[in-house]
Structure formats: C-alpha cells, structure tokens
C-alpha cells in the first residue's frame, strides 16, 4: 500500500426492524461476509440505536459499531453522554459515534420537536460535540468511556458549515454524495464534478489534519452484474438527468462484476481519498464479493 493511503474498510448500515433472533442473525451475517462495521441509522421506525448496537456487540465477536448517523437535534447532550459512554462499556470499546445535523422535519414533527433553521441545527451540533468532549474528559463523569478520550467521531453532511465543523472534531467524515439542488420527485445525487468539489473543500479545511481523519462515502446503489452497461442504463431510468457515463464515474453507484466495483473502489479512494465505504442493509450481500477482494488492501 502506497505510504498515506488508508486501508479499505467497509460498514452496512441497517435500517430495518426485526426480532432479536432476526436481528442478531443479520449482524452476524455481516461480520461473516467480511464487514468492518455494522451501523444504525436513526429515524423513527427504525431500530432504536444504543440497545441494537449492544446486541450487535453481543451476537458479534469484532465487528466496529456505529451509529450512522444520530440526529444531534434529537437530543440533550447529557443524557446523550450516558447513553455514548454506557455503550461503549457495554461493547467493550466497539463504539464509534456518527453525529449529523438531522434533515427530515416531518420526524421533527412526529416527535413534537420545533423545526429548527439549517444555522441552528448545526449550531446544536456544535454544542453537543463540544459538551460531549467536555463530559468525557471529566473524571466525575459516569459511565466512563473504554475509549480514550471517547468513542471515535464521525461527522456527515455535505453542507460548508457542517464540513468545517467536521474538520476542526471528526475523526471520520462522512460523504452523503447527494446534490444542493434537490429536484421534487427525482433521486437527487452530486455528479462527479459537485462532490469532487466537497471533498476538496473538506480537504482544505482539514489542513495538516487530513493525514488523522477517515474519508467515507454512502454508497446507495451496488450492482453486480457480468453487464456493466446494462446496469448503468437501468440505473439510469431512476436518475435520468444522468448519462451512464456520468454515472459510472460516481462513488455512489458501483456497478459491474465483483473485479470492475474493486477497481472502481479502488480509484475513487485515489482520486477522493475515500477509503470507508458504506452501505445500507439491502446491498448486504451485494457487497461481499468486492470485500473479499479488497480486505486488506
């Protein structure tokens, strides 16, 4: 591996409820196809975070757990503190903390939560982090974090304010691959040129950080097919405004047999320096043959 390149690792995020042995199943089925983390997201109607990580840790023998990511607005930071730090003693130091901003106000509104401005959530997301890093470093603070000073932190957005914030505290800053300008009605992901324009930002404002944190992308769409163009062209009936050329070029769409996604994967993480990629649950088994390939490169 080239000096400076950080490892591949890759993580699925689940989403969907289930029972525990249906859960504990699925965990473990991820660790057995070769993932480095199993994350939770956090939105209404789906599995409530801390408890189904710590059953992850439970059914799992070394997988990383994350929450990807938790809607900070959703949360006062001191009980949010207790429940980090508990988990992180219950999974024996397993834990790393996805934080974002939050986005859906209908679940703002569902949960009877005022509808905060853009400025203001990442304004909350600030405080928490700091007061986060606060609380772990004070010795009457109980639990107490296995990982020093805590859990590692991951940042996702795609907004400048979000992305400077992440690079001043993110240990892992994470790539929604999504575009500014959402179309009414269409999947609205960042072309080539768009995200390509994020990540360099970010680098520079990470500065002479950039060689300590971790790059990650969501990726949605995993397809392996003998027929890379005729996945791109089905692909391409979802994002129509999207020739297929453009969208072979996207990090968040892999398309083609197991060999052609690792090459893929490959070249993005030295064009971007994306070396964490993310799946969610439904690309579990989609994934695995492209792990296989790359784990340990």
Request: a negative charge; proline letters at 6%.
């Amino acid at each position: 591996m080239t000096a400076g390149v950080k490892p591949f690792r890759f993580g699925v995020n689940m989403v969907a409820p289930a029972s525990r042995a249906a859960w504990i199943e699925k965990c473990r089925k991820a660790e057995d196809l070769g993932y480095d983390v199993v994350g939770v997201a956090d939105h209404l109607g789906m599995p409530a975070p801390f408890p189904a990580l710590v059953l992850a840790a439970e059914a799992t023998k070394h997988v990383r757990l994350n929450t990807f990511v938790l809607n900070a607005g959703f949360y006062n930071s001191a009980l949010l503190a207790r429940d980090i730090t508990g988990t992180d003693q219950f999974t024996d130091g397993r834990l790393e903390l996805g934080l974002g901003a939050g986005y859906v106000k209908a679940e703002f509104d569902a949960a009877g939560i005022p509808w905060p401005t853009p400025g203001q959530r990442v304004d909350h997301l600030e405080r928490t982090i700091k007061e986060l890093k606060r609380l772990y470093a004070d010795p009457d603070h109980k639990p107490r974090p296995v990982q020093k000073p805590g859990p590692p932190l991951l940042l996702a957005g795609r907004g400048n304010r979000l992305l400077t914030l992440a690079a001043e505290h993110a240990d892992i800053i994470g790539f929604t691959g999504t575009a500014a300008v959402k179309a009414e009605g269409k999947l609205a992901l960042a072309d080539a040129a768009e995200f390509g324009e994020r990540v360099e930002f970010t680098k520079a404002a990470l500065g002479a950080r950039i060689s300590e944190v971790e790059l990650n992308i969501l990726t949605h769409f995993v397809t392996l097919t003998d027929d890379r163009q005729a996945g791109l062209e089905k692909l391409r009936k979802l994002v129509p405004d999207f020739t297929t050329g453009q969208l072979g070029e996207l990090p968040t769409a892999l398309i083609g047999t197991a060999a052609e996604v690792a090459e893929q994967v490959e070249g993005h993480r030295e064009r971007y320096g994306l070396s964490y990629y993310t799946v969610t649950e439904f690309n579990l088994e989609a994934l695995a043959p492209v792990i296989a390939l790359l784990h340990g490169k």
